[in-house]
């Protein structure tokens, strides 16, 4: 086991990755980021310590994954080479790799996701569809014949998808997840307060307001007039009605999935409802607002940013899972 390495559950998210390791759970999440020298383009950091050395330095941020696939090979290949050898402490791991791969995939995607995992040292990879990954680790039954519909919430895309039976019935993707809300942040920042919001400005006051329901939130840019450096204090509430417009896309996205469904599931999914999952499920008042936007029940998973490593564990913990869910 030390010369191959332990079975491990990755999952690539575009904001964080996290690592499942057989028998231990969670082991690494760190975000999805690589650093390089601005001048040289020497990669100098990834992770965590890409963004810790991001301030003060002449680097360049670059998130090298989209929608849980690689946007840069190369990028992507040494950050997930990087964690690896970090989880397991050893230059050469060579693990066993259960991935998650979008729902609605093209042949193209899904040799580049599993090019990435070999390349990065894995010695082999199993693929799981990322809303039966999602909806494992929510603790969804799903393998018994009724609708479930899981919404997945994430940096740059949100995943809407329909099972039974094990299978995904139907699905679609709205570009723009919690990625939306920080851009809509900034944008009400600038057309309220002449102030020009970097995306780490804006996505930590997204976060405060998160964290904080009532009061203020501090916001720091520089003025577009003068260019000068100042912060403006936003309620709280008027941070999260940013998200607003977002928040209807992803209703009519899931109006759109659910039209694709047979009646009796339909039928399951108006007493069922929805589950969300992914960092975006956190944000306060979403699930209130899918609620009347949908007129079905929506809950939050018990660890929704965790729940597609969670479910992707499941099956490192169980391998022949994934021939049972094939099957179906």
Same mark, same amino acid.
């Given at each position: 086991?030390?010369? +191959?390495?332990?079975?491990? =559950?990755?999952?690539?998210?575009?904001?964080?990755?996290?690592?499942?390791?057989?028998?231990?759970?969670?082991?690494?999440?760190?975000?999805?980021?690589? +650093?390089?020298?601005?001048?040289?383009?020497?990669?100098?950091?990834?992770?965590?310590?890409?963004?810790?050395?991001?301030?003060?330095?002449?680097?360049?941020?670059?998130?090298?994954?989209?929608?849980?696939?690689?946007?840069?090979?190369?990028?992507?290949?040494?950050?997930?080479?990087?964690?690896?050898?970090?989880?397991?402490?050893?230059?050469?791991?060579?693990?066993? +790799?259960?991935?998650?791969?979008?729902? $609605?995939?093209?042949?193209?995607?899904?040799?580049?996701?599993?090019?990435?995992?070999? $390349?990065?040292?894995?010695?082999?990879?199993?693929?799981?569809?990322?809303?039966?990954?999602?909806?494992?680790?929510? !603790?969804?039954?799903?393998?018994?014949?009724?609708?479930?519909?899981?919404?997945?919430? !994430?940096?740059?895309?949100?995943?809407?998808?329909?099972?039974?039976? !094990?299978?995904?019935?139907?699905?679609?993707?709205?570009? !723009?997840?919690?990625?939306?809300?920080?851009?809509?942040?900034?944008?009400?920042?600038?057309?309220?307060?002449?102030?020009? =919001?970097?995306?780490?400005?804006?996505?930590?006051?997204?976060?405060?307001?998160?964290?904080?329901?009532?009061?203020?939130?501090?916001?720091?840019?520089?003025?577009?007039?003068?260019?000068?450096?100042?912060?403006?204090?936003?309620?709280?509430?008027?941070?999260?009605?940013?998200?607003?417009?977002?928040?209807?896309?992803?209703?009519?996205?899931?109006?759109?999935?659910?039209?694709?469904?047979?009646?009796?599931?339909? =039928?399951?999914?108006?007493?069922?409802?929805?589950? +969300?999952?992914?960092?975006?499920?956190?944000?306060?008042?979403?699930?209130?607002?899918?609620?009347?936007?949908?007129?079905?029940?929506?809950?939050? =998973?018990?660890?929704?940013?965790?729940?597609?490593?969670?479910?992707?564990?499941?099956?490192?913990?169980?391998?022949?899972?994934?021939?049972?869910?094939?099957?179906?």
């Amino acid at each position: 086991m030390s010369l +191959l390495g332990r079975d491990l =559950a990755i999952d690539l998210g575009a904001a964080g990755t996290r690592i499942y390791a057989k028998g231990r759970g969670i082991v690494l999440d760190e975000p999805s980021v690589v +650093l390089r020298d601005r001048q040289t383009g020497r990669v100098v950091g990834f992770g965590a310590e890409a963004l810790d050395g991001s301030d003060g330095t002449d680097g360049e941020t670059y998130w090298p994954i989209s929608d849980g696939l690689p946007q840069d090979g190369e990028l992507a290949r040494r950050m997930i080479r990087h964690f690896l050898r970090k989880v397991h402490r050893h230059p050469f791991p060579r693990p066993r +790799l259960v991935m998650a791969v979008p729902d $609605e995939f093209t042949p193209i995607e899904r040799v580049a996701l599993r090019d990435a995992g070999f $390349e990065a040292e894995a010695r082999g990879i199993l693929l799981v569809k990322h809303a039966i990954a999602a909806a494992l680790g929510a !603790g969804l039954p799903v393998r018994d014949g009724a609708g479930h519909m899981v919404v997945d919430i !994430g940096r740059d895309a949100t995943r809407v998808a329909v099972l039974s039976c !094990g299978a995904v019935v139907a699905a679609g993707t709205v570009r !723009g997840g919690g990625n939306a809300v920080t851009r809509a942040v900034a944008r009400l920042v600038e057309d309220e307060h002449g102030l020009l =919001a970097d995306e780490r400005e804006a996505e930590s006051a997204k976060l405060r307001a998160t964290r904080e329901p009532t009061g203020n939130v501090l916001i720091r840019g520089r003025d577009a007039d003068t260019g000068e450096e100042r912060a403006v204090a936003l309620p709280a509430a008027r941070v999260r009605e940013a998200a607003v417009q977002p928040v209807e896309h992803i209703v009519r996205a899931a109006e759109h999935t659910m039209e694709r469904c047979p009646p009796e599931l339909t =039928a399951d999914l108006g007493e069922r409802g929805m589950v +969300l999952v992914g960092g975006g499920a956190l944000l306060p008042g979403l699930r209130r607002r899918l609620q009347e936007g949908l007129s079905m029940p929506v809950r939050r =998973a018990e660890r929704p940013s965790d729940s597609v490593a969670l479910g992707l564990g499941r099956c490192v913990e169980d391998l022949g899972l994934i021939a049972k869910l094939r099957r179906r």
